[in-house]
């Protein structure tokens, strides 16, 4: 049975889509001082010279010490694609809006709480008496981050066909292949080949016309 209140899930990506032309990673790192080291890490995985968890353990060691008071107020200037707000149009119409993303969890639960994302997933940096220790609590790679996406849509009781994803990257492909819609937004060309719909532009409302036919195909009226 599904939610009465979801029609469907949307599952958006926060890295490169939601905050473009860079990463949340990169620009706290920016304040942690370790910037380019990550920067060329991530051009690594992007060409799959490195895996997930080695990125994650030198971004982690960077985080020693700093508490997560400070990381918070860091959030408040993060990069964001225009339109965000629309996330709000998912609510109304039926969507459940979730990101799924390999950013951090502060990263997820400072979106979520700012736009009113219903859930998010993600690594975990490891805490010790309000700061960061240096070390990796949850990893979490693309193959994480599909799973635990379907098991949300598993508990509003929405099978995989229900689903969406807009993402851009590497880290989106074993969601794409396993939701009824993808949508490849300002995208990589490997994730542009995976998906069912391309769309490039400044503002995320872009994708919104994708989103009405998901809509429409449950019946509703967007």
């Given at each position: 049975?599904?939610?009465?209140?979801?029609?469907?899930?949307?599952?958006?990506?926060?890295?490169g889509t939601l905050v473009p032309g860079t990463s949340s990673s990169l620009h706290?790192?920016?304040?942690?001082?370790?910037?380019?080291?990550?920067?060329?890490?991530?051009?690594?995985?992007?060409?799959?010279?490195?895996?997930?968890?080695?990125?994650?353990?030198?971004?982690?060691?960077?985080?020693?010490?700093?508490?997560?008071?400070?990381?918070?107020?860091?959030?408040?200037?993060?990069?964001?694609?225009?339109?965000?707000?629309?996330?709000?149009?998912?609510?109304?119409?039926?969507?459940?809006?979730?990101?799924?993303?390999?950013?951090?969890?502060?990263?997820?639960?400072?979106?979520?709480?700012?736009?009113?994302f219903h859930a998010f997933g993600g690594p975990r940096l490891e805490t010790a008496?309000?700061?960061?220790?240096?070390?990796?609590?949850?990893?979490?790679?693309?193959?994480?981050?599909?799973?635990?996406?379907?098991?949300?849509?598993?508990?509003?009781?929405?099978?995989?066909?229900?689903?969406?994803?807009?993402?851009?990257?590497?880290?989106?492909?074993p969601l794409f292949a396993s939701v009824g819609l993808s949508v490849a937004f300002?995208?990589?060309?490997?994730?542009?080949?995976?998906?069912?719909?391309?769309?490039?532009?400044?503002?995320?409302?872009?994708?919104?016309?994708?989103?009405?036919?998901?809509?429409?195909?449950?019946?509703?009226?967007?």
């Amino acid at each position: 049975m599904s939610s009465p209140d979801h029609a469907g899930v949307v599952f958006f990506d926060v890295d490169g889509t939601l905050v473009p032309g860079t990463s949340s990673s990169l620009h706290l790192a920016g304040f942690l001082g370790h910037r380019d080291e990550l920067a060329r890490a991530e051009d690594a995985y992007a060409a799959g010279e490195l895996d997930n968890r080695q990125v994650s353990e030198l971004d982690a060691a960077g985080w020693a010490g700093v508490s997560e008071e400070r990381v918070s107020g860091w959030l408040d200037g993060l990069p964001l694609v225009a339109g965000i707000a629309e996330i709000a149009w998912c609510r109304r119409n039926g969507l459940a809006p979730v990101l799924a993303t390999l950013a951090w969890s502060p990263v997820g639960g400072h979106l979520a709480g700012r736009f009113g994302f219903h859930a998010f997933g993600g690594p975990r940096l490891e805490t010790a008496g309000g700061r960061f220790t240096g070390r990796v609590a949850r990893h979490f790679d693309e193959y994480d981050k599909r799973d635990v996406a379907l098991t949300q849509a598993r508990e509003l009781g929405l099978a995989p066909a229900r689903c969406g994803a807009v993402g851009d990257s590497r880290s989106d492909l074993p969601l794409f292949a396993s939701v009824g819609l993808s949508v490849a937004f300002n995208a990589s060309a490997g994730a542009r080949a995976a998906a069912t719909v391309t769309v490039d532009d400044a503002d995320l409302r872009s994708v919104l016309p994708a989103l009405a036919r998901m809509v429409s195909a449950t019946g509703r009226r967007p």
